[in-house]
């Protein structure tokens, strides 16, 4: 055998068992390429990377000189590209025995000191054209805006994994050399620290996090799902809460104006509030409180609905969220001459004190605890059945206070005769009693206790009493808080007052039953105060009318005034002084008497003459209201 054909024979077999190996290897990456779907992917991501980067290498492809490319522009690009690439390296690669090739082409790993992430580069090396081959990205979409990265990364983050891969644009490549960039966009992911590497291969870029911590918030995005979720922690009384860069911004500005607005639309009368600064933005609540009796309201009229339903189950707290319009009407007036809106309506449901307070920042006005009359609260308690829920000395008031309204009820023909009845009554058991004790605020002079079982009280201790027997007696009673002018008083308007409502016939009218009440003994009354229409209560009273829980009725219907019931009401004073003449001689101790001055003659002078026209002996007493003279004349 010549030594040519042996030289011929051996280049034969080398050939064959390099095609062979050749072979072998396209069949070992087509079988991993057919049942491996990351490996499959991740190759039509290098490809599809390295496709898309064509454009970029062509322009770097050109010998100097040279208009057009040539194989060793390419090769000089590719080496520009992988520094330490060659064949030997690719070999290794494709044959899976790259290991200490790698390690030969990593470069160092700088750490960047920022708290919150930890960086790691690995760019242009084997490993990167490794990870192409082998499936190492497991995500086969490129993100190319800051939203995208963040959707990917809280969409892998949805089972917390400790290690997260994403694919990532070139122009986001270039911006994961920014420590503080890469901690806003973990934090938006949900992310509270995680070290870092990101990496670029064939035209692949790829971003890799490890040691992943997450952050114990609730993301947010808009201020209507901020409230959503301050509103969801009532039954824990905490919330994380993480709001997007935009609503964070928004929530700070004025010293965080609108995340307290946020707090009193939700009723938050209470809590703690801490915050992280930027880029972090995570807002803490904790120790809410949340008020039980909750509204929002715009109105006067919204805040005495629900203000007189609340009170008529015996609640215990109340709490408004107000506009500002609203809110700066109802802080108008604190003092006791003034008093505020809130306080007054408050009264007229029967609550003596309600620890008021608001806050401004919030818009929220509320009280964390009412008290009532023991009148109100034993007729909520009787309204609702809870009667079992007395305490033994209202359960005392409550049995007296029932025995009356059935026996005023019995012996009355109409309504207007109940309420007759049951001022006598109140008027027999007890006397107008002020109390001088400085610290007596609240004592049993001021509620129903005094009339009933003290025998006597101030103008609360009436009115209480009152509402106490009338409600159960079945009439639709109520309280009036305000003041009186000079004619009931001379010192009118020196402190507040406090009477009845009363509806009959469907129209409501005061009943003055301090005033009603006298010092004559047995169970007169002095029957003017009885009842008032608006035409003679705008005289005598003052009052919020926006505040009223009933508008009273223009005037008395005559059916309903005392004195023309008992043929007592005149229009000289001729005819009046014949009526006294007529019962002198009747056992009665004195008579009550109206004149309506109609004459030209002032109210002194029709005094005068019925006096004149009298010459019988005894005493009088007497009140002038606009023409209306009303008179008590005593017989002895």
């Given at each position: 055998m010549s030594a040519a054909y042996a030289r011929k024979k051996n280049k034969s077999c080398l050939g064959r068992l390099l095609k062979f190996l050749l072979i072998l290897c396209f069949l070992i990456v087509l079988f991993f390429y057919v049942t491996n779907n990351d490996f499959r992917e991740n190759i039509n991501c290098g490809v599809t990377g390295l496709v898309a980067n064509v454009a970029d290498y062509v322009s770097s492809l050109q010998e100097p000189g040279s208009p057009g490319f040539s194989l060793s522009g390419l090769w000089d690009a590719l080496s520009k590209e992988i520094p330490g690439f060659s064949p030997e390296a690719l070999w290794s690669i494709m044959t899976n025995t790259a290991e200490d090739t790698v390690?030969?082409?990593?470069?160092?790993?700088?750490?960047?000191?920022s708290s919150g992430v930890s960086t790691t580069q690995k760019q242009n090396t084997a490993e990167n054209v490794l990870a192409a081959l082998s499936g190492s990205a497991n995500k086969t979409s490129v993100c190319s805006t800051r939203d995208e990265l963040i959707a990917a990364i809280a969409e892998k983050s949805a089972t917390k994994p400790t290690s997260i891969k994403v694919s990532i644009s070139s122009a986001?490549?270039?911006?994961?050399?920014?420590?503080?960039?890469?901690?806003?966009?973990?934090?938006?992911?949900?992310?509270?620290?995680?070290?870092?590497?990101?990496?670029?291969?064939?035209?692949s870029c790829t971003?890799?996090?490890?040691?992943?911590?997450?952050?114990?918030?609730?993301p947010c995005t808009s201020l209507y799902q901020f409230k959503t979720l301050l509103k969801g922690a009532e039954s824990t009384g905490s919330i994380s809460i993480r709001p997007s860069a935009s609503l964070y911004t928004q929530l700070k500005e004025d010293d965080w104006a609108l995340l307290y607005a946020a707090q009193g639309e939700c009723g938050i009368i209470d809590g703690s509030f801490s915050s992280y600064k930027e880029p972090k933005r995570v807002l803490v609540f904790s120790d809410l409180v949340f008020a039980d009796n909750f509204y929002s309201v715009s109105s006067v009229t919204e805040i005495k609905k629900h203000f007189l339903a609340s009170t008529r189950t015996g609640a215990d707290s109340i709490a408004f969220h107000c506009s500002d319009q609203l809110f700066s009407k109802l802080t108008a007036h604190v003092d006791a001459?003034?008093?505020?809106?809130?306080?007054t309506i408050a009264s007229n449901c029967g609550v003596t004190d309600g620890n008021w307070a608001y806050s401004s920042a919030k818009n929220l006005y509320y009280s964390t605890g009412l008290d009532y009359f023991p009148g109100a609260r034993i007729v909520c308690l009787y309204r609702n059945n809870r009667l079992n829920e007395l305490t033994a000395r209202e359960r005392t008031l409550y049995n007296k206070a029932a025995e009356i309204a059935s026996r005023c009820r019995r012996a009355s023909a109409d309504d207007y005769e109940l309420i007759l009845n049951i001022c006598r009554e109140i008027s027999a058991m007890a006397d107008y009693r002020l109390c001088t004790d400085p610290n007596c605020d609240g004592c049993e002079l001021d509620n129903a206790y005094g009339v009933m079982l003290n025998g006597g009280g101030e103008c609360d201790s009436f009115t209480d009493t009152f509402y106490l027997i009338a409600a159960l007696a079945g009439l639709d009673a109520g309280y009036q808080h305000g003041d009186v002018t000079e004619i009931y008083n001379s010192d009118a308007g020196s402190s507040g007052h406090i009477w009845n409502t009363v509806t009959l016939n469907g129209k409501s009218y005061f009943v003055e039953m301090t005033g009603a009440n006298t010092t004559a003994g047995g169970d007169r009354i002095t029957p003017y105060w009885m009842l008032l229409g608006n035409d003679v209560a705008q005289l005598t009273h003052i009052w919020d009318k926006?505040?009223?829980?009933?508008?009273?009725?223009?005037?008395?219907?005559?059916?309903?005034?005392?004195?023309?019931?008992?043929?007592?009401?005149?229009?000289?004073p001729a005819q009046a002084a014949a009526c006294i003449k007529k019962y002198r001689n009747s056992g009665l101790a004195c008579i009550d008497v109206m004149i309506i001055n109609q004459s030209s003659l002032s109210n002194e002078k029709c005094l005068q003459q019925l006096l004149d026209g009298l010459r019988i002996g005894g005493s009088y007493s007497h009140t002038f209201i606009a023409n209306r003279i009303y008179v008590t004349y005593y017989y002895k």
């Open positions: 390690s030969s082409f990593t470069s160092p790993k700088p750490t960047n000191g986001l490549y270039t911006q994961c050399g920014s420590v503080d960039w890469v901690t806003e966009i973990l934090y938006d992911a949900g992310i509270d620290w995680a070290s870092y590497t990101y990496s670029q291969s064939f035209g971003l890799t996090l490890n040691k992943i911590k997450y952050l114990d918030a609730v001459k003034n008093p505020s809106i809130m306080n926006s505040t009223a829980f009933h508008q009273l009725a223009s005037t008395l219907d005559d059916s309903y005034s005392y004195y023309h019931r008992e043929n007592c009401a005149f229009t000289t």
